[in-house]
């Protein structure tokens, strides 16, 4: 009762929540603290309900993220990957010289229309979503390699040019199909269970890559195969060296005696 019309500051953190001032005497040790807003309710509640800290809060760094920084690492992404597109289509046409140029038209096909079902769907390009595209980059590249390799095998084993480009495709479909097929399928079980592991951002990832290997089977396997066999006309064997192919002398036949 002494202390009535004083007030009773209630200090939390060495912080005061509340300075009420007493109204009446605290007979049974509980009392009302009046509060103008609803808000001002619901912050003194959840301060005295939670209470101090067992430790005292220390700022270490303070750092603000703006708006813009999302962008800027989308943005250099996407320029990695039109670097590292430069560079591996630069690698095919001197390693391979004609059909690595066919492959990076069969790439830049490629990348036009995975870019045309991105705006379809469509798909929001975020970092693990670019990271699916150029992984799926690289495995396009990979079946080309595949097919130009057998290419040369076969040349090299006294084909002609033209038996020798058909071969290629053949011998090096199942290879690209179980690899493309294989990744594929996790392609799969990631988008479907992505939310299950606890990241969402895994969907982005394994959706454009899935997008991607079946985007590159087309690309690989009817873009590059048709550019191929539009300009074999123009070359004879003599012009194998276009090909990225030398002859050599044909790998004698061995026969098994049974």
């Not at 097929?181 to 895994?202: E, H």
């Amino acid at each position: 009762a002494a202390n009535v019309g004083k007030p009773m500051c209630i200090v939390l953190d060495n912080v005061v929540v509340s300075c009420p001032v007493i109204n009446a005497a605290l007979t049974d040790g509980s009392g009302v603290i009046e509060v103008t807003t609803e808000a001002e309710r619901n912050q003194i509640f959840n301060k005295l309900k939670y209470g101090a800290l067992p430790v005292p809060l220390v700022v270490e760094t303070s750092r603000t993220v703006t708006a813009t920084l999302g962008q800027e690492s989308v943005s250099a992404s996407v320029v990695a990957g039109i670097i590292g597109l430069s560079v591996v289509a630069i690698f095919m046409i001197l390693f391979y010289r004609g059909p690595g140029l066919i492959a990076t038209i069969a790439l830049l096909i490629y990348t036009t229309i995975s870019f045309a079902i991105y705006r379809l769907i469509p798909v929001t390009l975020t970092l693990p979503g670019i990271a699916g595209f150029i992984l799926s980059i690289g495995l396009a590249v990979d079946a080309n390699v595949l097919i130009f390799a057998r290419l040369r095998e076969e040349y090299r084993r006294g084909r002609d040019i033209r038996n020798a480009l058909e071969l290629a495709f053949v011998e090096s479909w199942p290879a690209i199909r179980d690899s493309s097929v294989s990744t594929l399928i996790t392609s799969v079980v990631l988008f479907m269970f992505g939310n299950s592991f606890g990241v969402s951002l895994i969907k982005g990832f394994a959706l454009t890559l899935g997008l991607g290997i079946v985007i590159s089977l087309f690309t690989a396997v009817i873009v590059t195969r048709t550019f191929m066999r539009l300009v074999l006309p123009l070359f004879s064997d003599e012009r194998a060296w276009w090909f990225g192919v030398d002859r050599r002398s044909p790998e004698p036949a061995v026969t098994v005696a049974s």
